[in-house]
């Protein structure tokens, strides 16, 4: 096994373990008086996820492309790939949502299958940047991609109790999406076993991804009339800038 890919597996176990810990910490977290309401975590999850495209994922490869305009359509192919990939995904997964889902479910299953789909090119992602780019600059945002993490994998675990699973069932799945997020780190991995070039991409396309996804659940939380807390939200922007300061 080359170093390449076996630092893409660290990156993508790193992802799996902390969707984990949320996922197991579920029954705690839900009787904690201070995470009575854990759905704001998507929140502060959102800010994170915009932080992390902006900083870590899309600006930085795109400041560098314009550096190196042989670069540029790699970054804007992965962007514009992510982007489709979640959005047709989403659509795809909505319609099945609503013709196999009761009215009360659809839009929790709509939930889970977001979370879902975002994950492998996430995974591609904290997989690539682990084992592509510095070490400091990978250390960002494996850490803010686990702090979001930790969160979608206990909200998972709601989302899958509140359509009616056991608590173990919700846990099993809520743990396969960590799984998913694995095998994007291990896809990205073995792109870049094969040509270095691919870095760029892989990164966008998780950058477009996650853009969609925040995008996405914007909508919903529109649509459903439940605000987006600024604070929290304000809190997850700052993660990475944050931590790219405490991190040399």
């Known amino acids: 096994m080359s170093s390449l890919l076996f630092l893409a ?25 201070f995470m009575g309401d854990l759905r704001a975590g998507v929140d502060f999850a959102l800010g994170v996820m915009l932080s992390a495209v902006a900083f870590s994922l899309i600006g930085p490869n795109l400041v560098d492309a ?13 962007f514009v790939t ?14 099945s949502a609503r ?15 977001a979370i879902f789909l975002h994950n492998f090119p996430e995974g591609m992602g904290a997989g690539s940047s682990l084992a592509g780019t510095k070490l400091s600059e990978a250390l960002v945002l ?14 998972l675990v709601i989302c899958f109790q509140a359509i009616g699973w056991s608590l173990r069932r919700a846990i099993i799945a809520s743990v396969l999406s960590g ?10 991995g073995i792109a870049l076993e094969w040509t270095l ?6 990164l966008a396309l998780a950058g477009g991804a996650m853009l969609m996804s925040v995008v996405l659940e914007y909508r919903e939380r529109k649509r459903e009339g439940i605000p987006v807390a ?5 809190l997850g922007m700052a993660s990475i800038p944050l931590l790219n300061l405490l991190i040399p």
């Open 9 to 33: 597996m660290i990156g993508g176990l790193f992802s799996l373990v902390s969707t984990s810990v949320g996922a197991f910490a579920t029954p705690w977290l839900s009787r904690a008086t």
């Open 66 to 78: 314009f550096a190196h305009p042989d670069r540029l359509e790699l970054v804007i192919g992965g």
């Open 82 to 95: 992510g982007v489709l990939f979640l959005g047709v995904g989403h659509g795809l997964a909505e319609r």
């Open 99 to 113: 013709l196999k889902a009761g009215p009360g479910s659809a839009s929790r299953w709509m939930f889970a299958a």
């Open 142 to 155: 494996q850490i803010g991609l686990a702090i979001q993490n930790v969160a979608e994998g206990a909200l």
């Open 179 to 188: 799984v998913v997020e694995f095998s994007g780190a291990l896809t990205g």
């Open 197 to 202: 070039r691919s870095l760029p991409f892989s």
């Open 230 to 234: 600024p604070l929290r939200f304000l």
